[in-house]
């Protein structure tokens, strides 16, 4: 069983920052790309950035300058620092390991798990 848990998340005002942590169990991690993904009420579940298992970082356009992604495989953890922040980054943000194409794939190694909220108001 793939076990993802996201923390992190909060309210803050726009051009603050939060880092969110994932962490995962139930993976040979360290082979196994990590993403970020946010649900926004009224839109799909969206790409926001990806790390690959040798550590090659990409983002999608709205978060590049901003975010930064990585992770520890001795801890088997990813994180996102998100700085900058806008009412636009405003959702829920997921945790899984991309399946084919890391940008636009729809397949994933763990179900969704209940992500961690992020709220970017004044």
């Known amino acids: 069983q793939v076990q993802l848990v996201e923390s992190g998340g909060g309210s803050v005002q726009p051009g603050g920052s939060l880092m969110l942590s994932c962490s995962a169990a139930?993976?040979?991690?360290?082979?196994?790309?990590m993403g970020w993904y946010r649900q926004t009420p009224g839109k799909q579940r969206e790409f926001v950035a990806v790390i690959t298992s040798e550590g090659r970082a990409y983002y999608a356009d709205s978060a590049k300058g901003r975010f930064t992604i990585s992770r520890d495989n001795a801890k088997s953890t990813v994180s996102l620092q998100m700085n900058s922040l806008k009412p636009e980054d405003t959702g829920v943000y997921y945790c899984?390991?991309?399946?084919?194409?890391?940008?636009?794939?729809?397949?994933?190694?763990?179900?969704w798990g209940q992500g961690t909220q992020v709220t970017v108001s004044s």
């Open positions: 899984n390991a991309p399946v084919g194409q890391l940008k636009t794939t729809t397949k994933f190694v763990g179900s």
């Open positions: 139930g993976i040979t991690f360290s082979h196994n790309a």
